[in-house]
């Protein structure tokens, strides 16, 4: 029997020290973000940064070979869960979005001398960047439909379109941009990855799009989503990651480890709420008793805590499956995960959001914040409707109409098949009526 839940020892005792590490160091940076610019940001993340560094737990979701810790899927879900309680963990820890997927994708597609110029920096936290796929006109759920292109002009990519949603854009050293390249091929083999440096003429970063976690977004910091229009911007034919056309083989790479680590950080989000919600359930009075006496409340716990146990032992059990069969083998996995996990950590912020009253929905909690933050979880790295289906597609799989449209299990069918199978019992017992 291979089923073991347990976690190595001394592993646990890395996690026992990222948990109070997290809690000390980086939660107090929540409360004066809006005080601080980037570089005041990156003052402060440096000797964490060492810390994290010297504990060997930095850049953990990389293998050994390119300067990560080759910890795998599972012990990175494991330290997602407590990385995600704050937003400004994982940079820490050198493994924020989009940095870790983008690091997937040079490790994956790049060349040794990308690997040498962009990834090696990325990864000891030198440099920033970002993932560059979205347009505001056409469908990013479909992104088939993408417009903008790269054209080559002698050793040149010109590369032409406008995006947005580009996550860390406004801070990036680098772009990694997904462009069509070759418009007549095959819809999937039309698109390709170039690696865009941020200063290159003509990439326009024209703003950090005000969202609903950000409704005042600072231009220039962690966390922005960007615009960007590249117009007319030349960078050198050899920063096409892999082949040319395979952008889209690479975004799944990209995207399944990208959207796992998503989840892993919504456990530990989900986490916080809960907490949250269990202290106010105990000193909050109403009608002659603390909120947990009352069922409503009970239910939301226990809820609550049913349906986080379940969205941890998918995530993981996902991980599990990324660890010991690949990427591929586990995107049904991701996808369930993905649209279940999103639901969870909505639900329970909300339910601990509840409790709180106004309390909950007043900026002197972090509950609010963590609401806005949980109603993109339905939308990046695919909306739900897309995994659903995606979902819905590979379980159908499994499944083939019935002879004559007759379900299998239709009764009156099987009574009759059950007649004929049993029908010398069924004959002595009407005998012996
Ligand atoms: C916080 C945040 C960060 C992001 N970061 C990045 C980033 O770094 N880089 C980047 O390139 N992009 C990024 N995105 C963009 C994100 O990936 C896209 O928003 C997402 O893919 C959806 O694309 P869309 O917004 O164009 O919606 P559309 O494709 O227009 O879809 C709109 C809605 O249509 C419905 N829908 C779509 N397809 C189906 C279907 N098959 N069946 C049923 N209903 C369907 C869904 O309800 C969907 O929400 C980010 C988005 C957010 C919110």
């Known amino acids: 029997m291979a089923w073991d839940f347990s976690t190595e020892p001394e592993f646990q005792e890395q996690l026992d020290w990222m948990r109070v590490f997290v809690r000390e160091e980086i ?15 990156d003052r402060i993340y440096a000797p964490l940064q060492e810390q994290v560094k010297a504990r060997g737990l930095w850049a953990a979701h990389l293998p050994a070979e390119l300067g990560g810790q080759g910890f795998g899927q599972v012990k990175l879900g494991l330290m997602h869960e407590i990385l995600g309680s704050s937003p400004f963990a994982p940079n820490a820890f050198g493994n924020q979005a989009p940095d870790s997927g983008n690091s997937e994708i040079l490790a994956l597609a790049g060349s040794p001398e990308q690997k040498e110029r962009w990834l090696h920096p990325l990864l000891a936290g030198d440099l920033k960047s970002g993932f560059s ?3 505001p006109h056409t469908a990013g759920s479909d992104p088939t439909q993408l417009q ?16 947005w949603y580009t996550t860390n854009g406004s ?18 083999q039309r698109a390709s990855m170039i690696i865009v440096p941020a200063t290159t003429p003509g990439v326009d970063i024209r703003r950090d799009v005000p969202t609903m976690e950000h409704p005042a977004a600072h231009f220039g910091k962690l966390g922005g989503h960007s615009e960007i229009v590249y117009e007319d911007v030349r960078v050198p034919a050899e920063n096409l990651l892999g082949g040319q056309g395979e952008g ?18 919504w456990l530990g ?5 809960f907490d949250m919600l269990c202290e106010r359930s105990l000193y909050r009075q109403t009608r002659s008793g603390p909120l947990a006496d009352k069922q409503t409340v009970q239910n939301w716990i226990a809820d609550s805590a049913a349906e986080m146990q379940a969205a ?4 993981l059990h996902a991980a599990w499956v990324m660890d010991t069969q690949g990427a591929s083998a586990a995107r ?6 993905k649209f279940y996990g999103a639901r969870v950590l909505h639900d329970v912020i909300d339910r601990a959001l509840q409790a709180h009253g106004s309390l909950g929905y007043s900026t002197d909690l972090p509950l609010e914040a963590m609401y806005r933050y949980a109603r993109a979880a339905r939308l990046y790295d695919g909306p739900d409707e897309v995994h659903r289906e995606s979902v819905a597609r590979h379980l159908l799989r499994g499944y083939e109409a019935p002879a004559g449209d007759v379900p299998s299990e239709h009764v009156p069918t099987r009574r009759e098949a059950a007649r004929r199978r049993f029908a010398e019992v069924l004959e002595a017992v009407t005998a012996d009526d």
């Open 248 to 265: 889209f083989l690479i975004a799944q790479h990209r995207l399944v480890p990208g959207r796992i680590h998503h989840c892993m950080r």
């Open 27 to 41: 939660w107090p940076l929540e409360t004066v973000i809006d005080e601080l610019d980037q570089p005041a940001l």
């Open 269 to 273: 989000v989900s986490r916080r709420a």
């Open 133 to 135: 796929m979205t347009e």
């Open 171 to 188: 801070i990036a050293d680098f772009l990694i941009v997904m462009v069509v390249t070759d418009p007549d091929a095959r819809a999937h």
């Open 148 to 163: 903008a292109t790269a054209v080559r002009d002698g050793d040149e990519w010109v590369i032409n379109g406008h995006k």
């Open 332 to 337: 049904t996995d991701v996808s369930l995960i």
């Open 312 to 315: 941890r032992l998918m995530t």
